[in-house]
């Protein structure tokens, strides 16, 4: 083991009535498991209201981030999840990779796999947290769907309010909508599918830090999941 | 140390490794599979920024037959079009991109017509041994896969996941001009296994559940470790006992 160990807050965001398997590491080598040297998870409500801080042991591969959620939110209410991960670089050279596993019970939808955002540390040049802008994108099909579709916004700063311009973009229009965020607030930004008679085509997201951000599709019928995305970000 | 060897190895089998934009297809009855491409990032390159963009997409079905080519043309970097990918009624592989370099990631969709999921694609590199690397190859992954085994050349872990209700299979990408054999081992028993063939410019789409028994109640995690003689690459497809494969999620 190193003598120095590198830091990595992920973030993601979770609802009651659904399987949410959260893998803690990703890799494993030919000696042994790959493991964090230690673990905190951290729930906060929509106001930043912590709901729950818990340590993980790190030994564990697979955190079952439904149960948890299951003891500490009601139906229709929604966290922001934190993971306050500490490591071994040399263990990860890159970073941990944290991905999860997320089915709505019952729903007879396919589950969905995530890429869990890396908000904050790692490899300092592959994570877009040092720099001033943060900007990031996300293209729709224009075709109409069943589905809405919305943008879920976290603040994981501990002290500053952060603003968050979100552009929708249509054929020949755009639309702007500015929501702003104190630590640990969390918000859903809806997405209008039609503006002026034109379907939405994509979205950018531009703040000033690295904020959680998912571009999550509804079924409209039921509100179920059926996408749950990562932006694609600009001058990492 | 190993990646040294592997450098070595590489040089001796005189292997090369051009770059390549890859996103995986997968089509079924009911279900569409539609790609979207871009090339958003451009218009942040100076230089690169002036359209018109020309892509073409090289569709290799899972037997690695080149199943079709799409050309389409991008006038402005925020442009996006949608290229459909037809099969007969069931049929999965990946896409290769070429002609303009990529400068944004592009995304392919799978929907049942009421609602879609996305993921995007990977810039990598395929790799291309040359014939007499290929018969070396064929020979000795002939003789192991009598035994059930391959030349560990690549090697990656990866959980599945397997419910009463869902699961998530691998569509397994070969990424080489070989065949490729690889090995899908259950951890920490190592048993059971299966052993895929997988033509060049091939895949396959495994079914978790040939490895692990769903859980009762709730959702079992499997991990996986998977050994190829060649470079591969998976993506993760979300399955559900009530309904076809609709999303699919790439993983580093």
């Given at each position: 083991?190193?003598?120095?160990?590198?830091?990595?807050?992920?973030?993601?965001?979770?609802?009651?009535?659904?399987?949410?398997?959260?893998?803690?590491?990703?890799?494993?080598?030919?000696?042994?498991?790959?493991?964090?040297?230690?673990?905190?998870?951290?729930?906060?409500?929509?106001?930043?209201?912590?709901?729950?801080?818990?340590?993980?042991?790190?030994?564990?591969?697979?955190?079952?981030?439904?149960?948890?959620?299951?003891?500490?939110?009601?139906?229709?209410?929604?966290?922001?999840?934190?993971?306050?991960?500490?490591?071994?670089?040399?263990?990860?050279?890159?970073?941990?990779?944290?991905?999860?596993?997320?089915?709505?019970?019952?729903?007879?939808?396919?589950p969905l796999y995530y890429a869990v955002n890396a908000t904050l540390g790692g490899v300092p040049d592959r994570i877009g947290a040092e720099r001033l802008n943060n900007f990031e994108t996300y293209l729709f099909r224009t075709r109409p769907f069943a589905e809405r579709y919305s943008l879920?916004?976290?603040?994981?700063?501990?002290?500053?309010?952060?603003?968050?311009?979100?552009?929708?973009?249509?054929?020949?229009?755009?639309?702007?909508?500015?929501?702003?965020?104190?630590?640990?607030?969390?918000?859903?930004?809806?997405?209008?599918?039609?503006?002026?008679?034109?379907?939405?085509?994509?979205?950018?997201?531009?703040?000033?830090?690295?904020?959680?951000?998912?571009?999550?599709?509804?079924?409209?019928?039921?509100?179920?999941?059926?996408?749950?995305?990562?932006?694609?970000?600009?001058?990492? | 140390m190993t990646r040294l060897l592997r450098r070595v190895a590489r040089a001796l089998l005189g292997v090369e490794r051009p770059p390549v934009y890859y996103l995986p297809w997968l089509v079924r009855p009911g279900i569409d599979c539609v790609l979207m491409l871009s090339n958003l990032e451009?218009?942040?390159?100076?230089?690169?920024?002036?359209?018109?963009?020309?892509?073409?997409?090289?569709?290799?079905?899972?037997?690695?037959?080149?199943?079709?080519?799409?050309?389409?043309?991008?006038?402005?970097?925020?442009?996006?079009?949608?290229?459909?990918?037809?099969?007969?009624?069931?049929?999965?592989?990946?896409?290769?991109?070429?002609?303009?370099?990529?400068?944004?990631?592009?995304?392919?969709?799978?929907?049942?017509?009421?609602?879609?999921?996305?993921?995007?694609?990977?810039?990598?590199?395929?790799?291309?041994?040359?014939?007499?690397?290929?018969?070396?190859?064929?020979?000795?992954?002939?003789?192991?896969?009598?035994?059930?085994?391959?030349?560990?050349?690549?090697?990656?872990?990866?959980?599945?996941?397997?419910?009463?209700?869902?699961?998530?299979?691998?569509?397994?990408?070969?990424?080489?001009?070989?065949?490729?054999?690889?090995?899908?081992?259950?951890?920490?028993?190592?048993?059971?296994?299966?052993?895929?063939?997988?033509?060049?410019?091939?895949?396959?789409?495994?079914?978790?559940?040939?490895?692990?028994?769903?859980?009762?109640?709730?959702?079992?995690?499997?991990?996986?470790?998977?050994?190829?003689?060649a470079w591969f690459n998976l993506y993760v497809v979300g399955a559900s006992e009530r309904s076809t494969p609709r999303s699919l999620m790439h993983v580093k």
């Open positions: 083991m190193s003598s120095s160990i590198s830091g990595l807050l992920s973030a993601t965001f979770a609802e009651p009535g659904y399987e949410h398997l959260v893998e803690l590491v990703h890799q494993r080598d030919a000696s042994g498991r790959r493991r964090l040297e230690a673990l905190a998870v951290e729930l906060y409500d929509a106001d930043g209201r912590e709901l729950a801080a818990r340590a993980v042991d790190p030994r564990d591969e697979v955190l079952d981030l439904g149960k948890l959620i299951g003891e500490v939110l009601q139906p229709g209410a929604r966290a922001l999840v934190l993971f306050d991960a500490r490591y071994d670089p040399d263990a990860f050279p890159y970073r941990p990779h944290h991905y999860a596993y997320l089915h709505r019970i019952t729903s007879g939808d396919p879920l916004l976290g603040s994981v700063a501990r002290f500053a309010d952060v603003e968050a311009r979100v552009t929708c973009y249509y054929a020949s229009t755009s639309t702007t909508k500015t929501v702003t965020l104190a630590p640990k607030h969390h918000a859903e930004v809806v997405l209008p599918l039609e503006h002026a008679g034109e379907p939405l085509a994509r979205v950018d997201l531009k703040s000033m830090f690295r904020l959680a951000s998912y571009v999550v599709g509804r079924r409209a019928s039921t509100g179920s999941l059926v996408l749950f995305d990562h932006l694609f970000t600009y001058f990492k | 451009a218009r942040f390159r100076s230089g690169h920024n002036a359209g018109p963009f020309a892509f073409r997409v090289t569709q290799y079905a899972a037997d690695g037959r080149l199943l079709a080519e799409h050309h389409t043309r991008l006038e402005r970097g925020t442009d996006v079009a949608e290229v459909t990918l037809a099969a007969s009624d069931t049929g999965w592989g990946f896409v290769t991109i070429g002609d303009d370099p990529v400068q944004s990631d592009l995304y392919v969709t799978l929907s049942d017509g009421a609602a879609y999921a996305a993921t995007h694609g990977r810039q990598e590199f395929v790799e291309r041994y040359p014939a007499r690397s290929r018969a070396v190859l064929a020979v000795v992954g002939s003789l192991l896969a009598w035994l059930a085994r391959t030349v560990p050349a690549f090697v990656r872990y990866q959980y599945a996941y397997v419910g009463a209700e869902s699961r998530s299979d691998l569509l397994l990408l070969n990424l080489s001009n070989v065949t490729n054999r690889i090995r899908v081992v259950t951890l920490p028993a190592g048993s059971p296994s299966v052993l895929v063939r997988i033509p060049p410019m091939g895949s396959h789409l495994l079914d978790i559940s040939r490895l692990a028994q769903p859980a009762v109640q709730g959702t079992r995690v499997v991990p996986l470790r998977l050994e190829g003689n």
